[in-house]
């Protein structure tokens, strides 16, 4: 598989996404089956695993962090520490104290001595983006992560963010269904600065695979119960996005979402995509997608198609709290489809 860089880490071209060994997507596949799929996208060409704490209540980190032991000096692993889900609100511990007990639960959880990339998977609200870059900073100099990263962040903190300590990547939401990077000055400022980019959920939740048709049901931790992307109106409002993509899948001899990857990764050259791969077809099939070539005359039908079109539905953070409510209401506990795996 072809190289790319995120800052200063060289990554395989596609990365793979780990949220939905875990949860998100329905009842995950047993453990083993799990593992099996991670070490085989690394066979693959795969170097790139992201994970986070909040994934599964720390299981995706521990489960992650099996998978990679034997090949750990191989593959990069970038985790995140959600300041949303549990806020640095301690007023007897200092910021970077306060970070630095998450990332050691991190560490612990990945059986790892040290993080590739440790992301701040939300910026928090009233802390000055230079305080988090600052503690960023004293954990590399400790040697327990060797970069640091942003998710859900603007063109500014990216700026200021990167002044105090070289930020390695940027996560922001970036598909064919959402495509602010491309107008909101993010992708310019990593451009500027030799930032990787890796895109969060640059299929659309599967959207994009072509998969998903109306009269289509979901139970348990699926958050396509809840993204309006999949109501049956928007699956058919929607449609003219895939029947764009359709025509290229067929001149290229690709599936729908070899398309919708290969158009990220041309809008810019350090951008990593990481699918979900929860399914060994969908490792296989996503990892070929660096093998796409897309013309400029391609692209520019792409784009000029997608600016023609009115995208309705999202699966915005409300959706994603939204199914955590109905799963309250119902009962289901996050994690009981895999413990004792």
């Known amino acids: 598989m072809k190289k790319r860089m995120l800052g200063t880490i060289e990554v395989g071209a596609i990365g793979m996404g780990c949220m939905g060994f875990s949860h998100a997507h329905g009842d995950p596949a047993p453990r ?3 593992i099996k799929m991670m070490r085989t996208a690394h066979e693959l060409g795969v170097t790139l695993y992201d994970t986070a704490d909040a994934y599964g209540n720390g299981h995706n980190e521990i489960l992650v962090g099996e998978a990679l032991k034997p090949i750990r000096a191989e593959v990069v692993i970038l985790t995140k520490f959600n300041p949303e889900k549990d806020p640095l609100n301690d007023p007897d511990a200092s910021l ?6 998450r990332l050691d639960a991190s560490l612990r959880r990945l059986d790892t001595d040290v993080v590739d990339i440790y992301m701040c998977h939300r910026i928090p609200e009233g802390v000055p983006i230079e305080e988090t870059a600052e503690a960023m900073s004293s954990f590399i100099k400790k040697g327990k992560i060797r970069s640091w990263a942003m998710s859900r962040a603007d063109a500014d903190q990216i700026e200021r963010g990167n002044a105090i300590a070289p930020v390695s990547v940027i996560q922001n939401e970036f598909s064919m269904m959402e495509r602010s990077p491309l107008t909101d000055g993010t992708l310019e400022a990593c451009a500027k600065h030799g930032i990787g980019f890796t895109p969060y959920m640059p299929l659309a939740s599967g959207f994009l695979s072509g998969q998903f ?8 931790d699926d958050i396509h119960r809840t993204s309006t992307w999949f109501t049956d109106e928007n699956l058919k409002r929607n449609q003219p996005v895939l029947t764009m993509i359709d025509k290229l899948a067929s001149e290229k001899n690709a599936t729908y979402s070899q398309i919708a990857l290969a158009y990220l990764m041309h809008k810019y050259d350090r951008l990593v995509p990481i699918p979900g791969m929860y399914e060994m077809r969908f490792v296989k099939e996503n990892i070929r997608a660096a093998e796409i070539e897309l013309t400029a005359e391609d692209m520019q039908f792409i784009d000029s198609t997608l600016d023609s079109l009115t995208i309705y539905g999202d699966c915005k ?5 939204a199914l955590g409510d109905m799963l309250k209401e119902e009962g289901y506990v996050i ?4 413990e004792n795996k």
Not at 213 to 220: D, H, L, S
């Open 96 to 101: 970077a104290d306060q970070i630095e007990k």
């Open 317 to 321: 953070e409300d959706k994603v709290y």
């Open 213 to 220: 048709k109306p009269g289509m049901t979901y139970k348990n």
């Open 32 to 34: 083993e089956e799990c």
């Open 335 to 338: 994690g009981k489809s895999w």
